[in-house]
């Protein structure tokens, strides 16, 4: 079974999450930030579940922390909070968060949002980790991507919801994405807003330079990647 992650010190958040996950993925429970970063430093599970408010700081740190290591990069972040202001979920889904579930909660809904977000992860993993698109390269494992510059590569350092972008786009060259379409490639069911996408993006292409133009805005569509070969140089 998928190991799940559970950061919630509420005991009876724990015990409802247990009834909705219990009987179908590995919980491990920890009641604080310190207790988890010692899970993760001797166990890597499948998902991290993760409240914004915890005893000993904030989850967001967490979340930022997860993201900026590239042994954890990969794992998919939920956060389950009654934190909830349109503030804290744009500023989670920045630094990484693949969905946020409102408390209280559905029990039936968060089993169903769990059991999509590890669908979705096991689909990147079966596709294929590697993909070449002339000077890119994009390493789905490692959660990187490197562009190829006065023959030597160079690492993009992007952030987890910018390479999935980066991937979505250029998995479909041509193809023209809207902004919902490319919401819902980073987080399923959960909505983000038009102005979040534009920020990642916008922040992806500075960090694409020069080829920046690979990925092309289609006034009032959307976003496209464009194929390498035709891409000004």
């Known amino acids: 079974m998928s190991g799940v992650l559970v950061v919630e010190d509420c005991s009876d958040t724990r015990r409802l999450i247990d009834r909705a996950l219990g009987s179908q993925f590995t919980l491990?429970?920890?009641?604080?930030?310190a207790a988890a970063r010692a899970?993760?430093?001797?166990?890597?599970?499948?998902?991290?579940?993760?409240?914004?408010?915890?005893?000993?700081?904030?989850?967001?740190?967490?979340c930022s922390e997860l993201q900026s290591d590239e042994a954890t990069r990969a794992i998919p972040v939920m956060f389950l909070s009654g934190r909830n202001s349109v503030d804290t979920?744009?500023?989670?889904?920045?630094?990484?968060?693949?969905?946020?579930?409102?408390?209280p909660f559905d029990l039936a809904e968060l089993r169903a949002r769990v059991a999509a977000r590890l669908r979705r992860s096991r689909s990147v993993e079966r596709y294929g980790a590697l993909r070449v698109h002339g000077p890119l390269r994009i390493d789905r494992d490692r959660f990187k991507a490197y562009l190829l510059e006065s023959g030597a590569e160079r690492d993009l350092d992007l952030t987890a919801h910018e390479l999935?972008?980066?991937?979505?786009?250029?998995?479909?060259?041509?193809?023209?994405?809207s902004r919902a379409q490319l919401a819902k490639a980073l987080v399923g069911e959960?909505?983000?807003?038009?102005r979040t996408i534009d920020?990642?993006?916008?922040?992806l292409r500075r960090?694409?330079?020069?080829?920046r133009d690979l990925i092309e805005t289609v006034r009032g569509a959307g976003y496209r990647f464009v194929e390498p070969s035709r891409s000004r140089a």
């Open 28 to 33: 491990r429970h920890c009641d604080g930030l």
């Open 190 to 194: 959960c909505v983000i807003t038009e």
């Open 199 to 203: 920020t990642h993006l916008c922040n």
């Open 39 to 62: 899970v993760l430093s001797q166990w890597r599970p499948d998902l991290v579940l993760l409240d914004v408010g915890l005893p000993d700081g904030d989850g967001l740190a967490l």
């Open 89 to 103: 979920k744009v500023t989670a889904f920045g630094l990484g968060a693949d969905d946020f579930v409102d408390k």
């Open 207 to 211: 960090k694409l330079g020069r080829r």
């Open 164 to 177: 999935r972008l980066l991937a979505a786009l250029a998995d479909a060259p041509g193809r023209v994405f």
